[in-house]
């Protein structure tokens, strides 16, 4: 199981690679693969520990982007979302995930799903809730042991 992060800061996403004493190190989704330390200071999020608001409950990342890669056919976005106006946006990730609470979720939120989206495609991940539905009380240490 793969550990994909976002660290503040920095573009793009992360696979948890390895854990260090003071740190953790972490390599580029893009074609670079380049390897990094991030520390403490480093605001880093696991992409399994992020939900979207809904009117009912918070759906899991993973189902969102799931959702998106049915419509896409799991291939890169059709929608030019970095041009894209607000209503656009709106229009489209409502096919994605109907009930999103429109006052919570702003298109920046959306942007960025649908970045990732992309990223996660082109590294050739499509099966999102293997790689980013979490297992119970399972933590980024315990999954970096397992690597």
């Keep these: 199981m793969e550990t994909i992060l976002s660290i503040a800061g ?3 996403l992360y696979k948890l ?3 260090g004493k003071m740190n953790l190190i972490v390599e580029s989704l893009d074609e670079s693969r380049k390897r990094v330390p991030t520390f403490a200071s ?4 696991n992409l399994a520990d992020i939900a979207m608001y809904t009117d009912a409950d918070d759906v899991p990342l993973w189902k969102v982007l ?3 890669g049915k419509i896409e056919s799991y291939k890169k976005t059709a ?3 970095k041009k894209a106006g607000s209503k656009e946006l709106r ?3 409502a096919k994605v995930l109907p009930n999103f609470d ?3 979720v702003h298109d920046s939120d959306i942007k960025k799903l649908l970045q990732w989206y992309d990223l996660l495609i082109k590294a050739g991940i499509t099966d999102f809730k293997d790689t980013l539905a979490p297992t119970q009380g399972e933590s980024i240490e315990e999954r970096a042991n397992e690597e």
């Design 10 to 12: 920095k573009p793009g």
């Design 17 to 19: 690679v390895s854990r």
């Design 42 to 45: 480093d605001r880093v999020t």
């Design 66 to 68: 799931d959702n998106v």
């Design 79 to 81: 929608i030019n979302y």
């Design 91 to 93: 229009t489209y990730f």
């Design 102 to 104: 429109q006052d919570r």
